[in-house]
């Protein structure tokens, strides 16, 4: 079955760029959409983007200035940079498998989640 | 502010239904999913596109919606169920995806 496994820095230095990598198993990166998706420390579920894996993207409007995620269909994996940073934006940051149809979306695989913490 | 409105915490007690909601104008258009949460890990889909359940997930798991909102019924639950749940739906006004802010549920 297919996993999701996110990689990178457990900490980022304030206005610095957090660079993250999820890693994808189990089945092809090639088809559905794939998003990242962050909880700040006792706090609900904030979306970040997707890419679809043609390699268009969409953003959450609050982030879209920072944000860029991209695709490597040759290692199967997809990415995540959001720059700037500042202790807002600690948090677990999951990727996840978006199943989107007409009229609606479902994050129907996770990462299990890697905790980024912002701070000098 | 999220444009789905869940409310913060609901009980019941064990074996009884409990209906969990999510409000937004969106849901007129669009359904709902729905995840659990527990304390330390990754959320799990639930509920999707109008009472579509995963595979692995129990039948007690049950959608239903009527205008601006999506309901998630447990239908006796289990004291496996405590824990967090979460609707995402799209938004009105353009933002592809949005997600309530959460509802704890404790089983009594």
């Known amino acids: 079955q297919v996993q999701l496994q996110e990689s990178g820095p457990g900490l980022v230095r304030p206005s610095e760029t957090l660079s993250l990598t999820c890693a994808v198993s189990?089945?092809?990166?090639?088809?559905?959409?794939w998003s990242w998706i962050r909880q700040p420390p006792g706090k609900g579920l904030d979306w970040i983007g997707y890419?679809?894996?043609?390699?268009?993207?969409n953003y959450n409007p609050s982030l879209k200035s920072r944000v860029t995620i991209s695709l490597d269909t040759s290692k199967n994996q997809f990415s995540l940079k959001l720059s700037s940073v500042t202790a807002a934006d600690t948090a677990v940051y999951y990727c996840a498998r978006q199943n989107s149809g007409f009229d609606f979306d479902a994050f129907d695989i996770w990462g299990q989640g890697t905790m980024v913490t912002v701070s000098s | 502010s999220s444009e789905l409105t869940q409310d913060p915490a609901v009980s019941v007690a064990l074996g009884q239904t409990v209906r969990i909601t999510c409000q937004g104008d969106?849901?007129?258009?669009?359904?709902a999913s729905w995840y659990q949460q527990k304390p330390g890990q990754a959320p799990i889909l639930v509920i999707y596109?109008?009472?579509n359940r995963p595979s692995g997930i129990p039948d007690r798991f049950s959608d239903s919606s009527s205008g601006n909102t999506a309901s998630l019924t447990i239908t006796g639950a289990q004291a496996e169920d405590e824990a967090d749940y979460y609707c995402n739906s799209r938004d009105s006004s353009g933002n592809p995806v949005v997600f309530g802010g959460g509802t704890k549920l404790t089983v009594l």
């Open positions: 189990g089945g092809s990166i090639s088809s559905f959409y």
């Open positions: 596109a109008k009472n």
């Open positions: 969106s849901l007129r258009n669009y359904y």
């Open positions: 890419i679809y894996y043609t390699g268009s993207s």
